[in-house]
């Protein structure tokens, strides 16, 4: 007994393609460009060495070793 599992048509997988090109350069931020999106970096509007952060980055507290404290 075999089951048919539906797999999407080309158009669809273009529209899936589509959606993931745009969230990956113009909302999701990447580390190789300090947190910036693709499209900030490319427009001019960030620079790729300069994190731009909404709020402070808060960083965890560090023992004098480089690496954070465990209690």
Do not use: K
């Not at 952060?53 to 560090?62: A, C, G, I, V, Y």
């Amino acid at each position: 007994m075999s089951t048919c599992v539906r797999t999407p048509g080309a158009l669809e997988l273009v529209g899936y393609a589509e959606a993931f090109r745009v969230e990956f350069n113009t909302i999701r931020p990447h580390e190789a460009l300090s947190w910036n999106s693709p499209i900030e970096v490319h427009t001019g509007r960030a620079d790729p060495s300069i994190p731009t952060f909404d709020q402070p980055e808060t960083l965890p507290p560090s023992c004098g070793t480089g690496v954070s404290c465990a209690t």
